[in-house]
């Protein structure tokens, strides 16, 4: 017997209306030869039995496994845990409110499998803004997120992350080469881990078609908020942290001299094109209390 070719694993806690999607958008896919993982991380171990036990195919149940955390554990104790138990040779992260076109699976898969040397493959990404009412999600507006960029390269993920789970299938070894997620990082985890993928070699997207939807509710709180919204100041916390302890260890493997320098250097140039604005911005008055005069006298 061989094991599935793709594990997908899914975080959730509480939120049976996200997950009702999530498995609708799994077992949609075009593609079935695949394995999922709900790691429900403190929450209702009984609903979450039951929207598995509700699945119409029987097929989809027995390709759906379970991890219960007795008490919440974090989202990447929770990722770690869902990559731990997986045994597919392609791994992907599927949020609870996140989902896929039917294709994506298919496409991610017949890329990956003709491109041997690629670590894994992105898809171009949608977001969807919606409203929960009445039960039912409601979509606002569509927009396609990062649609500038012509593929997830490491020199623009350095200023921020580029592409989020739902839209990344890579190969599972990877993380017997760079490790598991950073459990210390209650969030962006997986900006984390692309930055380490990036550094060992190139990606690319899947296509121009958007095939995954990384679903966003505004003013949302609680449980239905982002984490990207719902928890903005640990973003920017843990962000800094990340840059911190790679600068740090650049220092100590090279010394201060380089930072130093592009410090000062970067500085000097700010205040540079800060006093060249203020220079036009007096120019410009003196042009105008010029034209001003000269209007007078006609």
Do not use: C
């Not at 061989?2 to 009702?20: A, H, M, Q």
């Not at 989809?60 to 597919?88: C, F, K, M, Q, Y």
């Not at 985890?189 to 939807?213: C, H, I, M, T």
Request: net charge negative; glycine share 6%.
């Amino acid at each position: 017997m061989t094991g599935p070719r793709v594990s997908i694993v899914v975080r959730t806690k509480n939120r049976p209306d996200f997950l009702t999607r999530a498995l609708s958008s799994i077992t949609s896919q075009v593609f079935d030869d695949w394995e999922a993982i709900i790691v429900n991380d403190g929450g209702d171990a009984a609903k979450v039995a039951a929207l598995v036990a509700a699945l119409p195919d029987p097929s989809h149940r027995d390709r759906v496994r379970v991890i219960d955390h007795p008490e919440s554990r974090g989202r990447w104790v929770s990722a770690n845990a869902g990559v731990l138990a997986a045994t597919g040779e392609y791994l992907v992260l599927h949020d609870d409110d996140d989902s896929w076109h039917r294709d994506f699976l298919a496409k991610a898969v017949e890329y990956l499998d003709a491109h041997p040397e690629r670590q894994g493959v992105v898809s171009r990404i949608e977001i969807v803004w919606e409203r929960e009412e009445q039960g039912r999600f409601v979509v606002e507006e569509r927009e396609e997120f990062q649609s500038q960029l012509t593929a997830p390269l490491l020199t623009d993920t350095l200023l921020f992350n580029r592409f989020v789970p739902i839209g990344f299938l890579y190969r599972r070894s990877l993380h017997a080469e760079i490790g598991l997620y950073d459990e210390k990082l209650p969030v962006v985890g997986d900006w984390d881990f692309n930055l380490k993928v990036l550094s060992r070699g190139a990606l690319e997207y899947l296509g121009d078609q958007p095939l995954a939807y990384w679903h966003q509710r505004r003013g949302a709180t609680g449980s239905a908020a982002n984490s990207v919204a719902g928890a903005r100041s640990d973003h920017a916390r843990y962000d800094a942290s990340i840059r911190e302890e790679a600068l740090r260890s650049w220092v100590e493997e090279n010394g201060t001299g380089l930072v130093l320098y592009l410090t000062k250097f970067i500085d000097q140039r700010f205040v540079d094109v800060e006093n060249g604005i203020r220079e036009e911005i007096v120019a410009s008055s003196f042009w105008r209390r010029v034209e001003r005069r000269l209007r007078r006298r006609r």
